[in-house]
């Protein structure tokens, strides 16, 4: 457990970072999981009663995050409130540490009516994908890309697997599963000694583990060229360069300048070429992603002008 002291926010923040390797059969429970574990606890066992009584604690409120990074699937936590220690509530750390430990740890099976929920979010996010066009866009360059590996899959699950999960099969990954990630825990803010003492108790529920690396063996290594048309009135048009330099890597500084003088800020060729002397592009940008090993350009244009574009 790391404790990031500092007096500049008068905020606390604790996370908490649930690891594990990277599964394609897990990711639908996970995404799940994030919604189920932060809706309700057995002291609030509604949405209703959870929310009144973060209110209640001077507005504390929660964030989840699910995303991949190298080798790792990670669920992240992230919970933040008024110090303690300057509204003089010396009862609200208790309150706060209940809520945590009944979330994560220990906890019976879930609620039909908060699974039905989770499950029907889930189902409306893969359903309604083709309405949020750059995050379908990519989505679908990264399964181009790495095809059956779990780096093409949805984060979400597939839409098969959301419509015939059940409760049970949920409640046993979080039993046998999620229960036994490596984790950690990070406590940012200015943190008083009692007040390290007293989240201290986390302590107790770290774990640590040593993962296999993934074997980046399934993309393509030839010139592939995919299209797909859906109805948007405009055009998204993606180029990924197989990069293999990690971050260990005497280049990996280079790659991590090169990208940003091909189309990463407003003065790069890239951006100033199609936006400036062709008008082609609304919008330019390039990300090296290192933890994937791919250097990705992007250019939204006008649909009349992707081939222009595209060839220059």
């Known amino acids: 457990m790391i404790f990031l002291k500092t007096k500049q926010y008068q905020a606390i923040h604790i996370s908490f970072y649930f690891i594990d390797k990277i599964e394609s059969d897990a990711f639908l429970y996970r995404f799940l999981l994030a919604r189920i574990l932060t809706s309700y606890t057995e002291t609030y066992m509604s949405k209703q009663a959870l929310t009144k009584k973060l209110n209640a604690l001077y507005?504390?409120?929660?964030?989840?995050?699910?995303?991949?990074?190298k080798d790792y699937h990670v669920m992240r936590f992230n919970f933040v409130f008024?110090?303690?220690?300057?509204?003089?509530?010396?009862?609200?750390?208790?309150?706060?540490?209940?809520?945590?430990?009944?979330?994560?740890?220990?906890r019976p099976i879930f609620k039909q009516s908060i699974f039905d929920e989770a499950k029907r979010y889930t189902l409306n996010e893969i359903e309604s994908k083709k309405d949020h066009k750059f995050a379908y866009a990519k989505e679908r360059l990264l399964g181009h890309i790495f095809l059956d590996h779990p780096y093409g899959k949805p984060i979400t699950g597939t839409l098969n697997e959301a419509t015939s999960v059940s409760l049970t099969e949920t409640y046993d990954y979080y039993q046998n599963y999620f229960s036994?990630?490596?984790?950690k825990i990070y406590v940012?803010?200015?943190?008083?000694?009692?007040?390290?003492?007293k989240l201290s108790v986390f302590k107790t529920y770290e774990k640590?583990?040593?993962f296999e690396p993934i074997l980046l063996d399934h993309m393509h290594q030839s010139i592939q060229n995919y299209e797909e048309f859906i109805p948007m009135g405009q055009a998204y048009i993606f180029f990924a360069y197989y990069l293999n330099i990690q971050r260990n890597d005497p280049k990996y500084i280079t790659s991590l300048l090169v990208n940003m003088l091909i189309a990463?800020?407003?003065?790069?060729?890239?951006?100033?070429?199609?936006?400036e002397t062709y008008f082609l592009a609304y919008d330019v940008?390039?990300?090296y992603e290192h933890e994937r090993s791919y250097l990705i350009l992007y250019a939204g244009v006008n649909?009349?002008?992707?081939?222009?574009?595209?060839?220059?």
């Not at 009862?91 to 220990?106: P, V």
């Open 59 to 69: 507005g504390m409120f929660i964030t989840n995050h699910v995303f991949v990074l």
């Open 82 to 106: 008024p110090n303690p220690d300057i509204l003089g509530d010396a009862e609200m750390m208790d309150d706060i540490i209940n809520i945590i430990q009944e979330m994560f740890f220990n």
């Open 180 to 183: 036994n990630n490596m984790l």
């Open 188 to 197: 940012s803010g200015d943190i008083s000694k009692s007040l390290e003492e």
């Open 208 to 210: 640590a583990s040593n």
């Open 264 to 275: 990463g800020y407003p003065e790069s060729i890239l951006y100033k070429l199609l936006r």
């Open 285 to 287: 940008d390039s990300k």
């Open 303 to 312: 649909t009349d002008n992707r081939k222009l574009a595209y060839n220059v």
